[in-house]
């Protein structure tokens, strides 16, 4: 009777062996499922994007200035838009590079111009 026992016991075991190794794979498997793999090139653009945007609407709140500059150009940099809560930063206060996170965007310069009475921006990366 005990030999009947003990196969119990290592058959349970076997089997419980054999649950723990596929819920460690399955596991494995899924886990991969939901991994953050985004685009580090579409992010910076989309970053370059939302800073030109956010140029646009400052010139546009600012138009005499922009209109009284020489050529009707204004160069600020992102500081600038930041300081006028026009983009939202970090919590140091930092617009971090999407490709390069231990630098930063605050430093780059925009380019507003008007003409034909619509105002664009371009970013001139240092």
């Known amino acids: 009777m005990n ?3 003990d196969k119990k016991i290592i058959v349970l075991g ?4 054999l649950f723990t190794i596929a819920y460690f794979i399955i596991v ?9 793999n985004f ?8 970053t370059i994007d939302t800073i030109e945007k956010s140029a646009i609407a400052y010139g546009n709140d600012n138009l005499s200035e922009v209109e ?6 204004l160069y600020i940099d ?5 300081d006028k809560s026009y983009l939202v930063t970090d919590s140091e206060g930092l617009i971090v590079n999407p490709l390069d996170n231990t630098k ?3 430093a780059y310069k925009i380019k507003l111009k008007y003409e034909n009475k619509e105002l664009s921006a371009e970013i001139l990366k240092s």
């Not at 009284?68 to 150009?73: A, D, L, V």
């Not at 992102?78 to 930041?82: D, G, M, N, S, Y």
């Open 39 to 46: 685009d580090t090139n579409k992010l910076y653009d989309l």
């Open 104 to 106: 930063n965007l605050n």
């Open 78 to 82: 992102v500081q600038t838009l930041i």
């Open 14 to 17: 076997a089997i419980l062996l």
């Open 3 to 5: 030999t009947i026992k």
């Open 68 to 73: 009284k500059s020489p050529n009707s150009t």
């Open 28 to 36: 494995n498997k899924v886990s991969y499922a939901f991994d953050n």
